[in-house]
């Protein structure tokens, strides 16, 4: 797993809470914020899959 995936995956589950909280507290700005911290992490995180799989796919020679 590189800093890309974990970063990302740690942002998303911030998001989350966020959104959560902002969802339970009536809070639309949290809320709207969570949701877009949440996706950013998860575009992060698909970043660094597509990283470790081309890693992945050179190692195996293909």
Known sequence: MNKDQVKGRVEEAKGKVKEVTG???NDEEMEVKGKVQKNVGKGQAGYG???EK???EIKKGH
Request: aromatic letters at 0%; a positive charge.
């Open 54 to 56: 081309v890693k992945d």
């Open 49 to 51: 899959d597509a990283k």
């Open 23 to 25: 969802k339970m507290i």
